[in-house]
């Protein structure tokens, strides 16, 4: 490895054999290489220099400190979804000790929006053994304390972070990265927040990922620290699919404060990253679901005098036996593609948008009566019987205007769809009837439309 340097030693009694190098070392792949540093390969490219010092004195391990601004140096760790370029600078400090084995007191870089201060210790051969990181921050997406574990020669270490956040809005990680691209390896997190959407944290995340060919693994948490989840990160088209399952789904929804009066119920739901930053594209089928005390509901029930009905949900509540729907989450709303509720006393279906930015509500749908006797599912939309009732929500979420339209139950559910707009238009929008629980692929996403 390229090097040049002053060597300076003092010729007076009682130096002790005390001496200094002052210079520059080549830093590159083959410095890498050559000091056995173990980061995997590609991970270093180009060539900088960094100002190094040697303090040697004797039957002492000599003591060594190198800064450098990265100049002419391309350095990326895949794990992290970090890189920077050879035009980039930042700045790069290490110290400690040239013993066997030798040891990193210090080592702290400010290069790409990445910040870390931490220590290295090294095997008796000079491999990595293990990197304590106290803080890691990445731009707005990670503040969390990191440790790398090496895992032998030629291998990507191991990442372990325990605590700290992690906020998916501000990263690609979980976005399509080509298929085939290869680097990454195991990552273990006990982290304290996993931020998804604005309005959505998973918290007490746990999780075991390998992100060699995208990020996989299973993980356990809580929705906004509340409902228990468990779930699996899928590789899909070069991304991250999220599979999430629950036996409380009323507590999922409610803890999402997507639903806050549903109860009980079994859940899955899938998301898979869509168009744009913070964009997930949803599949969600709930079992043996129950809402009590929801104002929307009560205003639609006694819009079209179900009195029945609407005693039910102001006691135990309406039971729905099944409940299927897709939408898109993004960080500025819901986005509901169409959504069927059905149980023996009544079915509902739904489509429109909720802007969680501004908590506003724009839904419309059809509620049918009876929905067992109803022959529900067979002349309409999921959820809707031959005999129905239109109705649109909008407004504030904490107090929207419900309004139902009485005549609209003069329409056979099989001619609906000429009196209405059409639903929000989806990426790779599946058939109607298309109930099925697989990783949608969302390779042919297009254009949303608003309304």
Sequence with gaps: VPFDGLYTMPLTAGSNGRASVEGWIEL??????????GLPPGSVGGAGRGNVTLDLERDTAPTFSLTSDLAGLSLALVPLDWSINEAQTGDLSVAGTLGQPPSVDRLSIDAGGLRANGSVTLTPDGQLQQ?????????????????????????????????????LRQTSLTKKQGRGQTGGGPVSLRLDTLQIIDTIALTDFNAELNTARGVAGDFTAKINGRTPIAGRIIPQAGGSAFQITSQDAGGVLASANLLKQARDGDMELILVPGEGDGVYEGQITATRLRVKDLPVLAALLNGISLIGI???????????????????????????????????????SMEGYYHSDRKLLDLDGVISPVYALNLGGWFGRPGEGLIGFGYDVEGPANNPKVQVDPLSVLTPGMFRDLFRGPPPARPGAATRDDTSTDVPSNQNAGEQTDR
Excluded: C
């Design 310 to 348: 609407l005693d039910q949900l102001n006691g135990d509540g309406i039971h729905f036996s099944d409940v299927n729907g897709r939408f898109q989450l993004a960080p500025d709303r819901v986005t509901i593609y169409e959504v069927a509720a059905v149980g023996a006393s009544m079915g509902i």
């Design 131 to 167: 990197a304590n990181f106290s803080r890691v921050r990445l731009g707005n997406w990670i503040d969390a304390p990191v440790d790398l574990v090496g895992l032998g020669a030629g291998k990507t270490p191991l990442i372990r972070v325990a605590g700290g956040t992690v906020d």
């Design 28 to 37: 590159s792949e083959r410095f890498m290489t050559e000091f056995n540093i």
